[in-house]
């Protein structure tokens, strides 16, 4: 599990609440304090929708972060920056599983349900934390590692600054 403290809170902010750069992403949960708290459980309700709906399109467990990136800007934005602000977002199952199947962690990876990243903002830092949901038990912390590398890779390809903690 890797721990990405940000350099640049202002521009890491830009990027995640107003481009398409997690576009990767579904919201697993959030947690965010203002002048009041705010918490969304990213699973989808299926009973929401229509049965030609459910139907229609494919549901996945969460919410695309792409889907509700505007409702946690709106919760974000004003002149003061949040006291308290964590989100849990999951890796893409189906990239998920081709990275797995390419780092040839698939054997091990089939216990992976999620790969994971915490987005955390407290007292003035904000950091990026790997992790994994499993499916069950195993040892193997490869695809881990892995998720590691390839987290610094995304946040590499988005032109974030950081440093490992």
């Not at 030609?52 to 409702?71: D, K, M, T």
């Not at 780092?103 to 990243?117: P, T, V, W």
């Not at 881990?144 to 590398?149: A, F, M, R």
Request: glycine fraction near 8%; include cysteine; hydrophobic fraction near 40%.
């Amino acid at each position: 599990m890797i721990c990405l403290r940000i350099k640049n809170i202002k521009d890491f902010m830009q990027k995640f609440l107003m481009s398409e750069a997690f576009a990767d992403f579904l919201l697993v949960e959030a947690r965010i304090d203002t002048h009041v708290s705010y918490g969304v459980d990213g699973r989808i309700r299926r009973e929401f929708y229509t049965k030609e709906e459910l139907e229609a399109h494919e549901f996945r467990e969460f919410a695309g972060w792409e889907s509700v990136r505007p409702q946690i800007v709106q919760a974000v934005k004003g002149k003061r920056t949040p006291l308290f602000m964590k989100l849990v977002l999951a890796y893409d199952p189906d990239k998920t599983k081709k990275l797995l199947e390419k780092e040839e962690q698939a054997g091990s990876g089939g216990f992976i349900k999620y790969l994971l990243c915490t987005v955390k903002y407290e007292n003035g830092m904000l950091t990026l934390t790997g992790g994994a949901a499993y499916q069950g038990f195993t040892m193997d912390k490869d695809p881990e590692k892995c998720w590691d590398q390839e987290l610094c890779r995304v946040v590499d390809a988005i032109g974030l600054e950081y440093e490992i903690v």
